[in-house]
């Protein structure tokens, strides 16, 4: 793929959208189209600063496309709605399902290479473990509304004969990283924790409410923003064997480690406070998440993973005290 490609970004002034558009400006591609929702006051330094050929608003793409004809070498399609506390599953089913089915059809139609963004939330409690096989699609039992609508969209594509020249669906795991300050309830709890910080001078922990897990020990797969970029840009560089493919570290850590990181991170010694978690999410929490990562290892992909403590501590110094975007 050389630097001149025009490429897609879908969910363009969102968190991981927005950074993959600064990453791919950094490798050179500038060619870029960005589809999102651009009239939120609160997502615009995302896109401050960086290059592309034109924005283009969400609801309006496919019209955009049919007049305009343009060439495209490839598609990220990581917009979404992603508000796992969102129980009205119709919204999800138009902007999860519906037009991630659009962009689909249209990368297929027009021979274009297409990553989309699905996510850990398809596992549900993990009852049948974190493989990325096709098989266990049709099996996941997710505990919210998002993650039914992307593993809905994900058995759509198995069945799907036709299909683009090259496909991948990313299990995102829990990523964080900057430009993730328009998210509010469903920004990263890096994010929270320094906010908390930097404001009472310590965290809040939701309590478990399992016997198996104590306070804080609850444990999810944290991966951070800077390695989801790479990947993203490998696959679009290398197309390996099309298919969906986890994206975590493959290391699951404690949420308390991950308090204690952010507290390394502005140089205070760590303060937690363990509150109850809300009514409405606590049947619906994942105690538990840890990406089998052997696919994408199967396929080449050669880079390390940040571990927890070397990406919260370049997301705290580096972004989060200075107040920087990427």
């Known amino acids: 793929m050389n630097t001149d490609s025009v490429i897609v970004i879908t969910g363009a002034a969102g968190f991981i959208g927005s950074c993959l558009v600064g990453y791919l400006n950094q490798k050179g591609f500038n060619n870029l189209l960005l589809v999102d929702d651009f009239s939120r ?28 004809k343009p060439r495209i070498d490839f598609v990220f399609h990581i917009g979404a709605r992603t508000d796992t506390t969102e129980f009205n599953y119709s919204i999800h089913q138009e902007l999860n399902v519906e037009y991630s089915q659009k962009i689909w059809n249209y990368c297929t139609i027009h021979n274009i290479p297409l990553v989309y963004a699905s996510s850990a939330a398809t596992y549900g409690g993990g009852e049948l473990g974190y493989d990325d096989s ?13 993650g039914v609508s992307k593993n809905e969209f994900d058995k759509w594509v198995m069945h799907e004969e036709c299909h683009p020249p090259f496909w991948a669906g990313l299990k995102f795991f829990n990523v964080y990283g900057p430009n993730e300050n328009h998210k509010g309830r469903m920004a990263s709890v890096i994010w929270h924790s320094f906010n908390q910080i930097k404001e009472t001078g310590k965290v809040k922990l939701f309590r478990s409410h399992r016997p198996d897990f104590e306070d804080g020990q609850q444990l999810r797969d944290f991966v951070y923003v800077m390695d989801v970029l790479k990947v993203c840009v490998w696959l679009m560089e290398n197309q390996p064997a099309s298919g969906l493919y986890n994206l975590g570290t493959g290391k699951a850590r404690a949420f308390e480690d991950l308090v204690k990181a952010s507290f390394r991170g502005m140089d205070r010694e760590p303060v937690i406070e363990f509150i109850d978690m809300p009514e409405d999410i606590r049947d619906k929490y994942q105690y538990f998440t840890e990406a089998n990562m052997q696919k994408l290892r199967d396929q080449g992909y050669p880079e390390s993973f940040y571990t927890l403590e070397e990406g ?6 580096n972004y989060l005290v200075p107040g920087k975007y990427f």
């Open 41 to 68: 006051e609160d997502k615009a330094p995302n896109t401050e600063g960086k290059l592309f050929l034109e924005k283009i608003p969400r609801n309006h793409f496919f019209e955009w496309l049919s007049e305009h």
């Open 134 to 146: 096709h098989e266990l699609v049709f099996n996941l039992q997710p505990l919210n509304p998002y």
């Open 312 to 317: 919260v501590e370049d997301y705290v110094r």
